[in-house]
């Protein structure tokens, strides 16, 4: 006996050829989406559409690139609060290796990975039989110079200035990333076992006196473990707080700026570079931005030249055309 079934049947599964229900077949469900036939929208670009966006761009980032540029340039390096930084040139902190040798779970106190740390640390993970606290290459190669900066008085007396070394981490850092392992016993005791980075001169728990800026929440520590982007950057080394609104916070005169050489640069072929400057609303100096917002604003506007001039011309050459035939 024949069995007649119709097309949607074919859509919805096939034809009932087994009793009790449908055959499984591979064909998709009768659905909008799965027949694709969810609406849609696609944009039809048109000179009209087109045009207008880059002159828009163009408008909006010029100024913009204009008002950070200029207030960047604007900012005094030397005076307000005054912050101190060091910067290397040629060093390469964003290469990928680099970049993931550390242990985050060391770095944030827990026990198991202080005395077993993540093999992204090789080969930087363990000396002399030791795990190394901190582990990795980041860690090993921290900036250890030590600058001390002096105002030079009219008897050639200097007047050393006071350099605050806490509150140059980001808080986030600080307080929530980084933690020394738990325990009621000493810095030292807690990181008993442990070894300090083939380069460093000191353990971590020897990094300074004080109990709150020492081990993995040392801020100078810190602020080297968070990777730059480019090969040219610069970090914040120290805080120089000005302490009344009458006087400068560095005053005119000669300052001296003495530094305990112990990073070397020769081997990767860098510079160092001290640098005083305060901050806008903005940061610190950067030109950066600000010409990046000149650059594609008046990249935007160019094109919307170029493209206004061939339309306009293409425009007038069809008309033409039509016109003769």
């Excluded at 040139?89 to 990975?113: E, M």
Aim: glycine share 6%; net charge positive; proline share 8%.
């Amino acid at each position: 006996m024949a069995m007649n079934y119709n097309s949607k049947d074919e859509v919805d599964g096939g034809p009932p050829c087994a009793p009790g229900g449908t055959a499984k077949t591979p064909r998709p469900d009768n659905t909008a989406f799965k027949q694709q036939r969810l609406p849609a929208w696609q944009p039809i670009l048109t000179a009209g559409t087109v045009l207008p966006t880059f002159f828009i761009i163009g408008l909006i980032f010029i100024p913009i690139g204009i008002g950070i540029f200029v207030t960047s340039n604007n900012i005094r390096e030397i005076e307000g609060n005054v912050f101190m930084y060091y910067a290397l040139s040629n060093f390469y902190q964003n290469h990928r290796r680099y970049v993931k040798s550390r242990d985050d779970s060391q770095l944030n106190g827990d026990s198991s990975a202080l005395l077993n740390p993540s093999k992204e640390c090789e080969p930087y993970r363990r000396n002399e039989d030791k795990p190394i606290a901190p582990c990795g290459a980041i860690a090993n190669s921290m900036f250890n110079d030590t600058l001390e900066l002096f105002l030079m008085g009219n008897d050639s007396y200097p007047t050393p200035i006071t350099l605050k070394k806490k509150s140059i981490a980001w808080w986030t850092d600080k307080n929530v990333k980084f933690r020394n392992p738990p325990g009621e016993e000493s810095l030292e005791e807690r990181f008993k076992g442990t070894t300090k980075p083939v380069n460093w001169l000191n353990p971590v728990y020897m990094l300074d006196s004080d109990p709150d800026n020492n081990g993995f929440i040392n801020e100078d520590f810190i602020v080297w473990m968070r990777t730059a982007a480019l090969p040219n950057f610069r970090k914040l080394y120290r805080l120089i707080e000005r302490k009344s609104d009458l006087h400068p916070t560095l005053p005119a005169g000669r300052y001296y700026l003495n530094i305990t050489y112990n990073y070397p640069v020769h081997s990767f072929d860098g510079r160092k570079r001290m640098i005083l400057s305060t901050i806008s609303w903005m940061g610190g100096k950067n030109p950066f931005l600000g010409i990046a917002y000149i650059a594609i604003g008046s990249i935007s506007f160019f094109l919307g030249v170029v493209l206004l001039v061939i339309n306009h011309k293409y425009r007038n050459s069809s008309n033409t055309a039509d016109i003769t035939i």
